[in-house]
């Protein structure tokens, strides 16, 4: 779902995944976990206001498609285990996504009956099309694509089966 208003464009993505919030918490948080899920590559964090946070790609993608290193970073900006996270992010894959400058992505967590987590992420994309477009998954990436939606798919794949979807 998109929300735009006069001043902020976001972009908000939920899934229920049959697990508690400190499981999906690790999850996202975790480079042994969160290697598991989404696309290639891990995500490193640095667990506290003003600490930097990055998405490392795989040492063959950079070498074959000659991806940085580092394809999107930001700044942890709040810390609530296992409740909230709020980062700053920006993609680094081309210039014009650096130029974008860098966002907020607000992950959020809440226990439901029965042990299961109300996961909502919600992305601010105000005057940034380009970064919309990757997080909607309607960005034309050949291989890649599928966004936000792709990736909580496969991390409650991964946490309710034990698989990821492309395993």
């Given at each position: 779902?998109?929300?735009?208003?006069?001043?902020?464009?976001?972009q908000?993505?939920?899934?229920?995944?049959?697990?508690?919030?400190?499981?999906?918490?690790?999850?996202?948080?975790?480079?042994?976990?969160?290697?598991?899920?989404?696309?290639?590559?891990?995500?490193?964090?640095?667990?506290?206001?003003?600490?930097?946070?990055?998405?490392?790609?795989?040492?063959?993608?950079?070498?074959?498609?000659?991806?940085?290193?580092?394809?999107?970073?930001?700044?942890?900006?709040?810390?609530?285990?296992?409740?909230?996270?709020?980062?700053?992010?920006?993609?680094?894959?081309?210039?014009?996504?650096?130029?974008?400058?860098?966002?907020?992505?607000?992950?959020?967590?809440?226990?439901?009956?029965?042990?299961?987590?109300?996961?909502?992420?919600?992305?601010?994309?105000?005057?940034?099309?380009?970064a919309?477009a990757?997080?909607?998954?309607?960005?034309?990436?050949?291989?890649?694509?599928?966004?936000?939606?792709?990736?909580?798919?496969?991390?409650?794949?991964?946490?309710?089966?034990?698989t990821?979807?492309?395993?």
């Amino acid at each position: 779902m998109t929300t735009t208003t006069s001043t902020r464009t976001t972009q908000v993505f939920r899934v229920y995944i049959k697990a508690s919030p400190e499981r999906v918490w690790e999850a996202i948080t975790s480079p042994e976990w969160n290697v598991k899920y989404g696309y290639p590559g891990h995500t490193e964090y640095d667990l506290r206001p003003g600490g930097a946070w990055r998405a490392l790609m795989p040492a063959d993608m950079v070498e074959q498609y000659g991806v940085p290193e580092i394809g999107v970073d930001g700044e942890v900006t709040e810390v609530d285990p296992p409740n909230r996270l709020v980062l700053t992010y920006r993609f680094r894959f081309a210039p014009d996504q650096e130029a974008e400058g860098f966002r907020e992505v607000v992950w959020e967590l809440h226990p439901e009956h029965g042990g299961v987590t109300r996961l909502t992420v919600t992305h601010d994309v105000t005057d940034a099309p380009i970064a919309a477009a990757m997080i909607e998954g309607s960005a034309n990436l050949g291989e890649g694509g599928g966004g936000y939606a792709w990736i909580l798919s496969d991390l409650k794949t991964l946490l309710e089966t034990g698989t990821a979807i492309e395993s």
